[in-house]
């Protein structure tokens, strides 16, 4: 078994996503006041669940594909899946700063979950394909 490098790699680019997007919400935090909650605020409401979006789903995705990595999938695909959730998890966060029914909401907010999906059924798909017991 060897070590899921590629997986490695994106996982450390969507480590300084995270962290950006922690800082943001500690910023708002900080600026409006708000030790707990979001204190009323949209921005820093939307702030949050930006934040709690990527944790609900980056972990398992790429727990996924490390374990596609390990079990010998190709290096493509292993790049396709965690370069689209990479794209996906950028654009989320654009979507959810932009005015709902604008072109900005939806390529970012509809676009980066529609991504997150389908990276997170692909990778289940896959890791299935390549791990059902025969």
Do not use: C, K
Request: hydrophobic residues 55%.
């Amino acid at each position: 078994m060897q070590m899921p490098s590629i997986t490695g790699f994106y996982l450390a680019l969507l480590g300084l996503i995270y962290a950006a997007l922690a800082l943001q919400v500690v910023r708002l935090r900080r600026g409006n006041r708000v030790t707990f909650g979001d204190g009323e605020n949209a921005r820093l409401r939307s702030a949050i669940r930006v934040h709690a979006n990527f944790i609900e789903y980056v972990p398992i995705i790429a727990l996924l594909t490390a374990m596609l990595e390990m079990s010998g999938s190709s290096a493509i695909r292993v790049h396709m899946l965690m370069a689209t959730l990479l794209v996906a998890r950028l654009l989320h966060p654009l979507g959810m700063y932009s005015r709902p029914g604008t072109w900005q909401f939806r390529a970012g907010r509809v676009g980066g979950i529609f991504l997150t999906m389908a990276v997170l059924i692909a990778a289940s798909l896959f890791l299935l394909s390549r791990s059902w017991p025969w």
